[in-house]
Structure formats: C-alpha cells, structure tokens
C-alpha cells in the first residue's frame, strides 16, 4: 500500500476502517454474509445507518430540525436537485462562485429556476474568496462551495445572510465544527473525508424543504427520502457502511474540533515549506488558504517532472495538479496522517536547497 497519499478523490481513509471493512468484506459480525450480500432491509443494515445518521448528527450537534440523508448520484446531483427542491416559482436563488465546482453548480441550478451569481473570483484566478457580498433578504437562499479543490480556496468563516445557506462541502465535510444554524442545507460526495464513492451525505433541516413541488420525479424529492429513511430505493450499503467506520474513527479521534486542530497543524506544515522555499509559490491567496487542498507551483516549470520524481521515491502520490490549472496540489484530508504532511513538507524544502 502506498504510504502517502494525497490524491484528491477517492482519497485516504483512515487504515483501520480498511481493515474492519475488509473483514466485513468476509463476514459481518456473526451474520454469516458478507456486508455486500446483506439486505438493505435486514437488521443488520437498519442498525448501520441508524448508528451512521446518530453519528453524524452527534458530530455536528444538529438541533432536532435537521436530518441526515444518505443519498446517491453525487455533489452533481445535488447541483441541480437543491435547486429543484427548493426554487419556486418567481423565486430567486443567490450563488456565489468560487470556482470550477461552483461552475457546475450554477450552470445545473440554472436549469430549474432563476439563478443570481452574487459574487465571483474569477476575475482573480479563483485564488480567493469574495468578500463583502450584498445579499438581499429577498432569496430563497444563497449557495457557496465551502472548500474549492482545483484552486486551493476555502471558507474559514461564513457569511452572515438574512436566507439560509445551501454548501457543497464535498471536499470538506466533517473537518471542522459549523454554525449548523446559518445552513438550510449541506451536500457532501463522501470519497474525500467520509467513505468510498458512491454516496452522498446530506443534511438538511426538514423546515427547509417543506414545501415539495408535486411535478418533481418522486426519486428527486428530498421529501420521499425523509420520509423513507434514505432507503426508498437500494442504498450503497457498503458505501454507509465504511463511512460509519469513518464516523466511528472521527469520534475516537476526539470529534471535529481535534480533528480541526489536526487538519491546521498539518496544513501549516506544508505552508511553511511552501512559503520558505525559493522555487515555490502557493497560489491561493494567504487569507483564504485551504486546509484540504494545498496548492502550489514551481517558479521553474522545466523543474516539475524531477519534482515528481522526488515524490514517488519518498513514497508520495496524487500531487500533481489539476489539469486545467497545472502545478501541484496537495489533498491532506482527515486521515492523512501528521507524519505524511511532515515528510512532504522536508520533501519540498530538501528539493528546494539542492536545486535553488
């Protein structure tokens, strides 16, 4: 197995979960099957989700009016089903974009209803994140992609906004507590931070979304979910079941708040190298730095190939850039370990020294 990881997605997951979930692979529990083959509608199942939706809510400290949705189709459904579920009419929805994610977000949303983009980096690169937006009290709510992967940009703090917020924090959900009561609702991919691919955490408060339209496909409504506890069609049992496993890990691991702790000190690890080389520029600006996505370039592009190499023989994979913006970047999500962050910090300033 490789030993530093930071691809940005499907990403690393702690080395315990792999392991209890390979067992699980073989047999769950005294069940007698494997978790693959286990009915959605067993007790078995019925225990994992409950514990996993218990979990998350325990985590976040969700007030009684928010519930937890394990969904599917990924953030790029939720681009267009937020704003299927929750425009009206006449109704306005207000984004704000942050990149190329938050693109995709409006480009969906704009399909289903009227869309107002607020505010946009991207006169500036997507290297920051806007500020001072003017947000009328008028919206129905104001959508934000609280982490931006592609350009290493994230929200350290959220706006103040007469209307609810709606987030996309697929690349950084579960890594920080919130201020739960400022969301309307929040929708997560879980291969970065909480499981594998192939299901999507949602989070909702139920007065939200009260008001379903009666033209939606019943499949697209947050409202039939809700009322059949993520399960009216087969959920990706085992998708729920390593992000339970995952769930477990963050709790052991002493909640959001150490894990924030953690995901800082890592970060600062690599910032540091980042900031005291001579050869390379972070490109985010410093105020809006990502503690997930670390994004970076060399000053001599012709430098980039032997970097890499560098990389892979100390052990390090996934940190060649986006191909649409080049250079490097660095996913250092919950479980990549301090030790990781470390070593690809003295990677960069051992680079730096001998060829400077």
Known sequence: MTKYNFNPGPAILPHSVFEEASRAVLELGKSGLSVLEISHRSKEFEEIIAEAKSLVKELYSLPDEYEVLFLQGGASSQFFMTAMNLLRPGSTAGYIDTGSWS?????????????????????????????????????????????NTISGTQYHTFPDTPVKLVADMSSDVLSK?????????????AQKNLGPAGVTLVIVNKNFVTETREDLPTMLK?????????????PPVFAIYVSLLTLRWLKKEGGLAAIDKRNTKKAQLIYDAIDGSRLFDGTAQKEDRSKM???????????????????????????????????????????????????????????DRRNA
């Open 293 to 351: 996505n670390i994004t970076f370039l060399l000053r001599e592009e012709s430098l980039t190939a032997k970097f890499l190499n560098v990389c892979n023989d100390a052990q390090i994979v996934g940190v060649k850039g986006h191909r649409s913006v080049g250079g490097f970047r660095a996913s250092v999500y919950n479980a990549m370990s301090p030790e990781g962050a470390a070593v690809l910090g003295q990677v960069i300033k051992d680079f």
């Open 177 to 189: 507590p919130l201020p739960i009561e400022k969301f309307g609702l929040i929708y997560a991919g």
């Open 222 to 234: 947050y409202s039939t979910h809700l009322a059949k506890n993520s399960m009216f069609n087969t």
């Open 103 to 147: 693109e995709k977000a409006i480009k969906e949303a704009k399909l289903m209803g009227d869309i107002k983009v607020l505010a946009s980096s991207k006169d500036k690169g997507y290297r920051c994140i806007p500020k001072d937006v003017t947000i009328d009290d008028g919206l129905t709510y104001v959508h934000i992609t609280s982490n």
